[in-house]
């Protein structure tokens, strides 16, 4: 399968680490013209390093009133990666109202606002476009200590499916994926006792986390015009987990 995206604009948000880098990375290479939305400068300025065509967008999604005028000067979008995401990991009675905010203000508040603001320029073009939710497992099976993460993911997920619906009609498909756990960073927060990575790998299939390259390339496909009939669905990317 050969995926080209040459013509097509691209916005990643959450684009300066981890899986978001890698999409904005396979985007370029696709010929897609990329917009990388990050939070830390020294990141957006690594990854122009790496990948000189890329338009670096600083913003704080946690702000939702800064996410327009951030993104006014951006152009026409095709296709779209709600990737930025936080995981704040705490049992059901050490969650507290600010780490809920916090998590939803970025998760799910920011998801919905970027994708307002983006498949408004596409219905206005008539142009038709693909966005992609970075959902998670946790949406889809319960886990402990992730209980606002994993209520976020599941709100991205509901999103999902309600952008398909309004959103469709205008030729414009949404989708979500569903990672197991994926070697970034991020998965250092929750996943670096050993003991816990066992007993997570022991309900995966095929035994092992993802990588990052494994996420990347299912979310290229829902971009791509490959996976043209395919709108409202939230694809576990998760090694056969969510069936067991
Ligand atoms: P990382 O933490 O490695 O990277 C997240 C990126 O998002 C960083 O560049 C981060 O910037 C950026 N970001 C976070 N908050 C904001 C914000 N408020 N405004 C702008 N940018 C922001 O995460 P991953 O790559 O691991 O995760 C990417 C997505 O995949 C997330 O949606 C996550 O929930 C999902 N996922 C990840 C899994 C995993 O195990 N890794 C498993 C399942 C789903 P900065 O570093 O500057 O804060």
Request: glycine share 6%; with cysteine; proline share 3%.
């Amino acid at each position: 399968m050969n995926i080209r995206f040459d013509g097509k604009r691209a916005l990643v948000t959450g684009a300066g680490k981890g899986i978001g880098r890698d999409v904005v990375k396979k985007l370029v290479e696709c010929g897609a013209e990329t917009i990388a939305l990050s939070r830390t400068q020294s990141d957006l300025d690594s990854l122009k390093q790496e990948c000189p065509s890329i338009i670096p967008v600083l913003c704080d999604l946690a702000d939702s009133e800064s996410i327009s005028t951030a993104l006014k000067d951006c152009g026409p979008i095709d296709l779209l990666v709600n990737n930025a995401a936080i995981a704040i990991c705490e049992s059901f009675f050490d969650a507290n109202t600010a780490d809920f905010d916090k998590t939803f203000d970025i998760n799910v508040k920011a998801t919905i606002v970027v994708s307002q603001i983006v498949a408004k320029g596409m219905i206005e073009r008539k142009a038709g476009g693909s966005i992609v939710n970075v959902s998670s497992q946790a949406s889809l099976r319960g886990l402990k200590n992730h209980l606002i993460y994993a209520a976020s993911k599941a709100a991205v997920d509901s999103v999902t499916r309600t952008m398909s619906l309004e959103l469709g009609p205008h030729n414009i498909r949404t989708n979500a994926v569903n990672p197991t756990v994926t070697n970034t960073a991020m998965a250092k927060v929750g996943w670096s006792d050993p003991v816990k990575v066992k007993a997570m790998t022991s309900l995966i299939p095929l035994g092992r986390f993802a990588e990052v390259s494994e996420v990347v390339s299912v979310i290229l496909f829902l971009l791509s015009d490959f996976s043209s009939m395919v709108s409202g669905s939230c694809v576990p990317i998760d090694g056969g987990c969510v069936a067991s």
